[in-house]
Structures are given as structure tokens and as C-alpha cells.
């Protein structure tokens, strides 16, 4: 059996993860006993690995500061030729954050502490927060019914999550489109309960927030949103900005299993 | 009371070194590359509403970049005007200082994606350098799978001729029926 069987494109695909399940199982077997098969995968594998490493370096170039003054300006011209009437205009610090409701307690450290260090990372993210009231991140993953909103005072649904579901659970949301998957429970030094989550969904950007309960109603403190995250893109600084944030808000150590489950037992 | 635009320009932003490094490699120019990226972003912030959520939103903003590329190209050739902006290699020349050293190897590698023909660097940099599948490739470019994966496993073997990447191993062409 011969590896001419299979195109360049088939071991591209198979490379790549794009191939049917079918011919994955026929490549996988030739594979098994046929070296030169493996060097044209590995070829496919490591160019694809290469040049995804090469042009890492121009992804860090900082953007000019003027490009993304233009954007935002013309975003912001956009807005207001909409006509959007919004009761409460965030505030954009130098470091790309939106200012947020002022946490009820007082342990918090004022948003500019805590944009200082998150400023050489910010870059590729964009720091979403609710105002009051909230606003709803635009897009339909957060609109309409089955949806979910995350800034601001938190819908029903996701509530209920961070009300039961355990740390490092994964619970399906949006009809199954998306994802809420718990990463800690911690409280702030006020006692105050704070769950870490990211949100998944399809075709949407990452999201990992934090939601803190303050008389049984959850409220978004922070979401970070970061661009599609392959390997490359925006490494882990969306996690560092998180770390800083709950530093400045007084977040203590992630509570173990067992006082988590205390905590949540305590929702109802 | 939905925000809606200024939140769109604030994921425009965050979007912006990855359109950016896509912008390079069709222009082979930064600041070529900066002038598209801005009139991508003032065209989709036009364009918001159409955006579909639940679709790519890198793939839209590729799509929208490329296309002004490409109308820009067709305008340059019909003016007359035989400007040739690719005089270097872009990708391979980071603005920066930079580690220069630990990154010799792969440097090469930049330069020899800088080398490959506008077809292949495209179809390239949209699946392998910034991970859109063959199809989400296939509709940023207007163009068939079956296109896509021609012009990509030509590419990747360019590029591993060019940067000395695994050479594969010595082989004819086409051994088809051959026996070993």
C-alpha cells in the first residue's frame, strides 16, 4: 500500500484537522507503516506551526496610536449619527478600559490603580464592563430570547449558574451554541462572593468575566474580551489583566471545593 | 440603550493587530498596510448592522480588508500608475529592534512567506496564520475550497522549500504505481 494514494491535499487536511472522519482513519492506518507518508504530514504540520510562529512578532508591534484613535473616533461618529441615546457614555481610559460601576465595596482600589499594569498588555484586549444599568455587549449571542447578557446586572439564567454550578463545570448555554464554563469562587476582604467564568460561544470572541453577588443579584464586575484565541493571539494577557483586577479588588484565594460548596449552598 | 457602535469600535480595536498583520502581508507595507486597516474599519463600522453575529467576526473584517485591497490594486492598474509598493519584504523587516538573534530561523521563514505569490500568502495567512478553516478562507477570498486547498499545499510547500523547513523527503514527483 502506497502513500500515492493519498493527495497532497488530503495530508494537508489531515494536518490540519479538516478531513472526514473516514479518510482520518485511512491516513491514520497508511500512516502506522509508512514513513514517508508521516514526513509529507509532518511537512503540512510544521509549516502550518512555522509560519503561525514567524509572524507572531508582528501581532506584538504596537498599533499605532493613531489608527486606533481613528477607529474609536469613527465609531464614536457612527454612534452619535445613530442617534443612540445612552444615559451613561463609558469613559475610556488611555489603556482602552471602560469605566465601570464602582464596586458597592469599599476595598476597591480606583480604576486607574489597576489600569497601570494591565497598560503594557492591553493591547489586543478590550475590557467591557457594565455601566449602570448596564448595556448589553452588542450582538445577538446577547440579545433576544435564549441569549445572554453579561455586562451589568446578570440575566436570570446565567445567575442561576453562578448560584449552583461548581467550579471547573461546564454548562451549555444559548441552545447549546455556547459555553459557561466556571474556573473559581473567591470572596473580596468585604466577604462579598465572586465567581470567575469564561463564556464561549460560536463565532464570538472569548469571554472571561468576573461576577460578584451582592444581595443575592449577580453583577458583572469585569469581562475581558479577547480576539479569537488560537495559539498565538493575545497569550494569556487577557488572564494577567484578570489577575490584576482581582488583586485591586481585594479577591482572595480561590475558595476550595468544599467552602465553595458551602458558599453555594448558601444561595438559596 | 444598547451602545452598540462604540462597543463595535471597541472589537474593531481589539482586532486590530491581527487585521493589521493581514493588512501587511497583502500590501508588503506598513504604512499602506495602516491606511487600509483604517478604511476596512470605517467601512465595517458603516456596515455594522450586516454583520451577523454567530458568524466569524475576523473572517468579516478579512473580508472587508481584502476586497478594499483588491479594488485598490484593479484602481492602481487602471491609473496608470506602476507604484511598486513591495520593494522589501514587509513581514520580514518587524518595525521593531527585537531579539534579532533568537529569531534568525524564523525570520527566514518570514521571508520566505513574504516570497510566496500574492495567492498563496493570502490563502496562507488566513488558514495557517490566523486559523480561519479552508471554508471561512474560502468565503474571506470569494473563492472554491477545492482553490483553497490547491493554492495552500502549493504554498506550504514553497514555503518549506524556501525556509528549509523539513525537507521533505527526497522523492519523485509522482510515483505513482512506482514500486519501492
Redesign the interface.
Known sequence: M?D?EFS??IL??FA?G?LDEETTRRVEAALETD??LM??V???M???A??????K?????P??DE??R???A???A??RA?G????EA?VYTDE?V?AFRRPADREAAPVRSVSRPMMAMA????I?AGAA?G???????F?GAGSIEVAGAIDARLSAILDHSPSGEEVPVSGG?GTVRLVSSFELGSGQFCREYELTR????DLVSVACRDASVWQTRLAV????S?D??APASSLETMDAYLTSIGAGQPLDAEAERKALAGSK | ??????????????????L??FA??LCRSRDVA?DL??AA??KA??A?ERF???????AWMFRILRNLWIDQLRRQKTAGTTEEIEAQPA?AV???E?GAEA?MA??S??AA?DGLVPEQREV??L?????L??KEAADVLGIPI?TV??R??RA??N??EA?G??P??A?SQD????T?
Do not use: H, W
Not at chain 1, 474580551?225 to 479569537?228: E, F
Open positions: 502506497s500515492t497532497d491535499e494537508m487536511a490540519d479538516e514513513d514517508e514526513a509529507r509532518a511537512m503540512f510544521e509549516t502550518r512555522a509560519a503561525s510562529e514567524a509572524l512578532p508582528v501581532l506584538d508591534e498599533v499605532p489608527l486606533v481613528k477607529v474609536r469613527m465609531a464614536a457612527a454612534d445613530n443612540a441615546q445612552r444615559p463609558p482602552n471602560v493591547a489586543s484586549l478590550l467591557v444599568g448595556y448589553l455587549l452588542r450582538g445577538g449571542a440579545e451554541s460560536t463565532g464570538q470572541p474580551v479577547r480576539p479569537r488560537g498565538g493571539y | 440603550m444598547t451602545d452598540d457602535t462604540t462597543v463595535f469600535g471597541e472589537r474593531l480595536v481589539a482586532f486590530l493587530p491581527n493589521r498583520r501587511i502581508s495602516d486597516v483604517q474599519c470605517e463600522i458603516a455594522s451577523e453575529e454567530g458568524t466569524r467576526f475576523d513581514l518587524p518595525s521593531g527585537a529569531r524564523l525570520k521563514v518570514a512567506i496562507l495567512m488558514t495557517c496564520v490566523e486559523e478553516s479552508y477545492g486547498m490547491s495552500l499545499a506550504r510547500k514555503l518549506a525556509a523547513i523539513e521533505p523527503v522523492r510515483m505513482r504505481g512506482g519501492r
